[in-house]
Every structure is written in structure tokens, then in C-alpha cells.
């Protein structure tokens, strides 16, 4: 009943971070799992990542179906961000004793803050104004840039995307949070299968729990999110946000 009710939390905090603002399950499940299922830090990453999966693309799906998913971009964009992402990991790999597993976690909560106070209120035309070409040429590098921080650090691709898609690219929320789910049910399953290609099968019950529970939330919460007006997503966006990464960060002093 205890590994069933964390499980089912992990999992409702990461579907809602996935579902409203394409946030990656790994920022959540990892650490509930660690700190209260004492799992080891490899295999709840690798169950987090599979729970991300499907999270992921079952939100995209919903997103998509709602005309709020830029495939072109998103494509262009993901190309950039899984080779980058190699180099970022290279360069990391030649810096001694650097540190940064709490960077997702102040993403998370700045980013939040930032819904709350300063709401993206961009519009599908004003994105229009935007020739294709240029927006491919501008996925692509912000792509570049993604990867190789989230590569150099480990952490914080979902919020990276959400935010250069929305202040860079000018992105119109709904559309910005669909395309970063349709690149992180990519990047999920590739991390997915790599880890249990070189790890192992993970512990089998929490790995069903959460897959089951991160789909069921993040389906919940993409159908909320594409029905709401633009000044509810932001607060919602902004106040789940700041909530999940106030829990993590909790969760990460108790370890």
C-alpha cells in the first residue's frame, strides 16, 4: 500500500507538470522514488524516464488533436537537441567535480514564477507572422543551445524547451507546451532504452504504478490545459510549477 500510494503520487505530479507544461517525469519521480522507496538513483531515473514516455506522448497526441503542436518545429528542434546533448555530455565529461543536480529544480520554480507574473499572452497569428524557414532556422540553434546545457548539467531539458520556445521563439503557450511533449516523448524513450539496455529491468511494480499513474494525470491535465483560456493556462502552468519544484526541493532535503 506505501510503494502503491508514492507510486501514485510521484506519478500525479509528474502528469500534471508533462500534461500543463511539458515538464519531464524524471524532476519528479526520481526523487520521490530515491528518498521514500529507497530505489537506487539509476533505476528510478530509468522508471522515470519510461513513465515519460507514454505521459509524454499521449499529451502530445491531445495537444495535437486540438491544432496546438508545431510538428515541423518540433522535429527540427529534437534533431538538435539529441546531438547536442552528446556534446554537452562530452564537455562535462572534462570538467572535474561540477555539480549541477538542483538546476531543474530552481528552472522549475523560476519558470513558475515567471508564468504568474509575466504570462505569455503570444498569439497563433503573431506566430504566423513568422515565416516557416525562419522558425526552422531559429528551432535548430535554440535546439543547439537546449542540448548542450542540458547535456553539460543533466537536468532540466522539458523546462529548457518550454522556455525558449516561449520567449525566444514566441510561441503561443498551447502550442509551445504541445511541442516540447512531442520532443520529450523522444528524448524520454531513447533515455529510457538506454538505460534499461545497460542497467536492467527495473523493479517492475513501481515501474507499472508509475507509468500508469504519470499517463492517467498527464492525459487529465493536457485536456484541461487545451480547453482553458490563456490567462487560466499561465496561472495554472505557473502555480503547479512553483509547487513541484517547492515539493522537490523538500523532498531533496530529507535525502
Known amino acids: 500500500m506505501y510503494t502503491f500510494l508514492i507510486c501514485f503520487l510521484a506519478g500525479a505530479g509528474a502528469g500534471l507538470g508533462t500534461g500543463f507544461a511539458g515538464m519531464s517525469a524524471a524532476a519528479v519521480i526520481s526523487p520521490m522514488l530515491i528518498t521514500f522507496l529507497h530505489l537506487p538513483a539509476y533505476e528510478a531515473v530509468g522508471i522515470a524516464l519510461a513513465s515519460d514516455v507514454l505521459a ?6 491531445v495537444y495535437h488533436r486540438n491544432k496546438n503542436l508545431d510538428v515541423r518545429g518540433g522535429l527540427v528542434m529534437m534533431a538538435a537537441v539529441l546531438l547536442f546533448t552528446l556534446a554537452g555530455s ?3 565529461s572534462l570538467v572535474p567535480n561540477q555539480t549541477m543536480g538542483s538546476f531543474s529544480v530552481f528552472m522549475t520554480l523560476l519558470l513558475g514564477i515567471k508564468f504568474i507574473l509575466r504570462p505569455v499572452m503570444a498569439t497563433k497569428e503573431a506566430m ?10 531559429r528551432s535548430a540553434m535554440c535546439g543547439v543551445m537546449v542540448g548542450l546545457i542540458c547535456g553539460f548539467v543533466g537536468a532540466g531539458g522539458g523546462m529548457m524547451m518550454l522556455l525558449v520556445l516561449t520567449s525566444v521563439l514566441g510561441y503561443e503557450l498551447k502550442t509551445a ?11 524520454a524513450f531513447t533515455g529510457a532504452a538506454s538505460h534499461f539496455a545497460i542497467g536492467g529491468m527495473s523493479d517492475l511494480l513501481c515501474l507499472c504504478l508509475c507509468v500508469v499513474s504519470t499517463l492517467l494525470w498527464a492525459r487529465i491535465a493536457a485536456k484541461l490545459a487545451n480547453r482553458a483560456s490563456a490567462a487560466a493556462l499561465n496561472r495554472a502552468t505557473g502555480v503547479i510549477l512553483v509547487l513541484l519544484g517547492t515539493v522537490i526541493l523538500g523532498v531533496n532535503a530529507l535525502t
Open 90 to 92: 562530452w564537455l562535462a
Open 177 to 187: 507546451v504541445g511541442t516540447s511533449v512531442f520532443i520529450m516523448a523522444f528524448t
Open 128 to 137: 504566423a507572422g513568422v515565416s516557416q524557414r525562419r522558425r526552422l532556422v
Open 56 to 61: 509524454s506522448a499521449v499529451s502530445a497526441w
